[in-house]
């Protein structure tokens, strides 16, 4: 509760987490007020401020519409990512930190590997054996399961050095078993690190979709913001100058990021102090 | 000197850390025994392996060589051992998790106990146990551990003791973060459990002064080995070993005055 | 045996395993494909076989099963079942064949444009990537450097403009800038061009006119590569200098009046290792790194081929690009490794006690 007090009292935050806010409620509110539709409903690149207020893409569609949709496949995607990547990356550094021995040095091993393996590369090779059936999802998965290992390095430095606290020792002769020490005597004290690295992930998962979409293996059952970008390009909006078919999704993924940016590091700024201590 | 009725017996008790090039041998070598009922106290600088020596003794590092017996068997991490063997340890700011109450941290020690106290049973034993260390219940009621001072804190440590009437306590430096007046009060609660419980006290220090004043035995641990044992007057008044000597070489004036 | 030699043997070390990790990328650069997998030859087929007679189609899929390396081969010959049906290879088989040509350099052939092999391809596509990269990375990681030094111990109103603009260029995604920088300068003010490396009309020699043809197309993607490569080195040096500043030696280089460039010299030596080793991992990420703003840019380098490549589903050259990427990323972070080993005093310090035992 205190926390929640000091982060709101930074502006940074407070602009952040409107900004995400903001986008959250208007990809799920958008949606319910305005009559969304995919079909043509006019002519190829109608300019905007006339009947569309965003105009139409190369195929007559309505840029509010695509939108919308993008907006929230990209955040699904983000969280969808953000999510499993966090949530393994957490459980595997907190149990290799604490655990030590065989299974942590295994822990390590894989991670280190996959930390030089460009995942991004990874991500290329899998999107592009999914020819059929490269659903939002499943990218989203891809890129939750090629980015956990900096979760796992940076969590597990920090559950070895939580380990070898006191209250450990305490919890353990008070009889404790592991998975309990785990989850109520180290998971709390990393929360807020959980937490920062989260939203990183959710940030780097959003622009991972983007870019795996602008190079063309995007999903092929939605539109997302990074769809729309690459169906710009591939139709010349960029060098035509059809601004409204790049600019709207561009700006909106900046902002999507810029606010999970500056919440990371205002957050940073809140809780460091506290870890110190 | 193994005594069938040793309550701990270690038989060149050897832990060590890491492996190959980083390998460090925290404790080396130990054979002791400590008798039901006494006081002893294992005194050396910082960073002798003290506390992995404790830490061995609750069952929290295995010995990686030698032996170490509690009651004729190996110390094991089971809460049967745990109901028998409790400690208090060096930071009292450090010992509670700080995201839960003092008192709901007081009460999961029930946790270890075969039988759980009824509730209302286990709320009477927290305030006794409270009293008992000078701590009216309504002070910390609702408190986190970071909203205590370090004498409090400390002092709950030993409530915790109270509450779970171990046979042996294992007191790792309880001592060395308080002021001089805290001190006196946490040996004086040390004492009563002594007498009233009759309970087997192994007390950590890295002052021999001190060990002196509260232990039937001294064993003096310099780099992983202890390196003398015996009462605190064959300790201090005929020391036979360097490290030993320059312990006694630390204490302030005004207890060495008192000691010889 | 190499106890004399701590540093010889901590490379060692780490080169075996970095191997180890090469295997492993080999391995999944291979296997992945294949995981949602059809038959490669099938796409292919489908894209020429369109107007051939079924007889001649068949020789061609023959020949083409035999050039993956889809079929079981002996002296030159495919070997068929009793039905006169050739006989597949295993993905295992496959795998030994691709190991063995890629230890003969040969990446295979490249579907899009076969017969051409994929080497071909990506050496033909690579030497504008490196072009456009290298005197990027490197010109903005000094610019970058200098200005976070700068920024660090000037700090007031210089620091105050610097900071935020490099804090905000950074965090911008690099395809987002490029795409904003072609826009205006090259859509509205009309400055730049807006694709390709040269002017169409412009055959690539040594000319005068192809050089400043392909300088002008330069000039966009290098400033979007350049800004946030800058940017994200000033943040860096800034806060290392500013964290270097607070330490004594420096308030007492400052107390004794000691040049101001001196000083901050002092501040790029004690800085550097981190900043050296950003170096070493954006040169790694080289190759990979810019293949968005290539293709925004439609810049002929490797991203256009790999977007093409995939437009295509051409699965040689995936391969082929992507071991190309991964491979220069290991070496990059093995470099990187080497030079914490020689310039970190914390691990020479180990390799040190190495010596000892
Ligand atoms: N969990 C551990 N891992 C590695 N080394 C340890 C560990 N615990 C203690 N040590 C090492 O063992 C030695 C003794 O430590 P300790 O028993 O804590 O000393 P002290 O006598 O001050 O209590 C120290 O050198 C310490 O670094
Ligand atoms: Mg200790």
Known sequence: MKLLKNLLKSPMFVAGITLFLGTIILALIGPLTYPITLERVGSQYSTPFGRFFLGTDHLGRDYISLLLRGLRASLYVGFLAGTIATTIGTLLGIYGGFKGGIIDDMINMITNLFIVIPSFVVLILISGSFEDGRSLTLIGLIIGLTTWPWTARAVRAQSAAIKSKDHISLARINGDGTLLVLLKHILPYLASYVFMVFILQVASGILSEAAISMIGLGPLDSISLGTILNQAKNNGALGDGVWWAFIPSTIMITVIVFALYLINTSAEGVFNPRLRK | MLNKNSIFAANNCTREFGTGKKIVRAVDNTTFSIESGEIVSIVGGSGCGKSVLAKMMLGLYKPTDGTLLYNNAPVTNTKIHWREVQAVFQDPFSCFNQFFTIRSQLKDAFGILQEKPSHKEIEKRIDNALLAVNIKPHEISGKYPFELSGGQMQRMLLARIFILRPKVLIADEPTSMVDACVRANILDYLMKLKEELKMTIVFVTHDIGLAYYVSDRLFIMHNGRIVEQGTPDEVTLSPRSEHTVRLLEDIPEIHRAWIC | ?357
């Open chain 3, 1 to 357: 045996m190499l106890k004399q030699y701590p540093s010889l043997r901590y490379i060692l070390q780490r080169g075996v395993w970095y191997l180890l990790t090469f295997a492993v990328a080999v391995i999944i650069n291979f296997f992945l494909p294949r995981l949602g997998s059809h038959n490669p030859v099938d796409i292919i087929m489908g894209k020429f076989s369109a107007g051939m007679s079924s007889e001649a189609a068949r020789a061609k899929e023959e020949a083409y099963l035999k050039e993956f390396g889809l079929v079981k081969v002996r002296n030159g010959e495919i070997l068929r079942d009793a039905a006169g049906k050739p006989l597949k290879t295993s993905n295992t088989e496959q795998f030994v064949n691709y190991i063995k040509m890629c230890f003969k350099g040969d990446l295979g052939t490249s579907f899009q444009k076969y017969p051409k092999k994929v080497l071909q391809v990506i050496i033909e596509a690579i030497p504008w990537t490196i072009a456009l990269q290298l005197p990027t990375i490197l010109l903005g990681w000094i610019t970058g450097n200098v200005l976070g030094a700068l920024a660090a111990y000037r700090r007031g109103a210089f620091d105050r403009v610097l900071f935020p603009a490099a804090l905000f260029i950074s965090a911008l995604p690099s395809f987002v800038f490029g795409m904003l920088l072609l826009y205006y300068f090259s859509v509205v003010m009309n400055w730049f061009p807006a694709m390709g490396g040269y002017a169409d009309a412009i055959v690539p020699s040594l000319s005068f006119e192809f050089i400043q043809s392909a300088a002008y197309h330069y000039l966009l993607p290098f400033l979007s590569i350049f800004c946030i490569l800058a940017g994200g080195q000033a943040i860096g040096m800034r806060s290392m200098g500013i964290y270097e500043l607070g330490t004594d030696y420096i308030k007492y280089a400052k107390w004794l009046g000691l040049k101001e460039s001196r000083i901050i010299g002092w501040l790029f030596r004690n800085a550097m290792l981190p900043q050296l080793t950003g170096l070493a991992l954006s040169l790694g990420t080289m190759i990979g790194g810019a293949l968005i703003t290539e293709m925004i840019f439609s810049y002929p380098g490797l991203g256009m081929a790999i977007l093409t490549t995939i437009q295509n589903n051409d699965y040689p050259m995936i391969q082929g690009c992507t071991l190309l990427i991964t491979t220069s990323v290991l070496l990059a972070n093995f470099t990187v490794d080497i030079l914490i080993g020689f310039l970190d005093p914390r691990v020479k310090a180990g390799l040190r006690i190495g010596k000892g035992n």
